[in-house]
């Protein structure tokens, strides 16, 4: 639901209901309906506002997902990281290539790994 998810985003950052809502300019009672899943159905302008107090995406916030499933926790990105991310699928890196990527990177920590090792942890 979205107002869990923009609860423990909340808590995440350290703000209060108060700060939220102040940083979001929204009023503190509809942010608490929203979180109180009360408001279900928040136009996408309050949402934006809310996302962008967050420094998180509306789309993370519309996202659905089984809420009884445990989730994985929450890694955040900075800002270089994003634009990593963004450079790459702009450039035309598709997932299939990340992927690539990542069996790349974890197959030389497994030789450097070797490496050190063979080396008497000397490089």
């Known amino acids: 639901m979205i107002g869990n998810r923009v609860r423990n985003e909340r808590k995440l950052k350290g703000y209060s209901i108060t700060e939220l809502?102040?940083?979001?300019?929204?009023?503190?009672?509809?942010?608490?309906?929203i979180e109180r899943n009360l408001q279900q159905n928040p136009s996408l302008q309050i949402l934006s506002k809310i996302a962008a107090?967050?420094?998180?995406?509306?789309?993370?916030l519309l996202e659905e997902?089984?809420?009884?499933?445990?989730?994985?926790?929450?890694?955040i990105l900075d800002k270089e990281w994003e634009g990593l991310f963004r450079k790459a699928v702009n450039e035309g890196m598709s997932k299939e290539d990340f992927r690539d990527l990542l069996e790349y990177v974890k197959f030389k920590n497994w030789l450097d790994?070797?490496?050190?090792?063979?080396?008497g942890g000397e490089k």
């Open 21 to 33: 809502a102040r940083q979001a300019g929204v009023s503190k009672s509809y942010l608490s309906y």
């Open 53 to 60: 107090a967050l420094d998180t995406s509306i789309d993370y």
């Open 65 to 75: 997902r089984i809420e009884e499933q445990p989730a994985e926790p929450a890694i």
């Open 113 to 119: 790994e070797k490496e050190n090792i063979s080396s």
